[in-house]
């Protein structure tokens, strides 16, 4: 199964608290910091409410 590495690129100030907390459910806290994610349904939605603040790369293992 692919697995996705997933970093946060732009900072949470002046977002509202659903953005914040669909951040830190990805696992992210600190800018710059990467997690490497299974690619599911799931992890693929939260991703697309907050992409204005990560970049994702597909990781093939």
Known sequence: MAKLKITLKKSVIGCNDKVRAN????????????????DTPDIRGKIKKVAHLLTVEEIDQ
């Open 23 to 38: 951040v830190q459910s990805l696992g992210l806290s600190k800018l710059q910091q990467s997690v490497i994610q299974e």
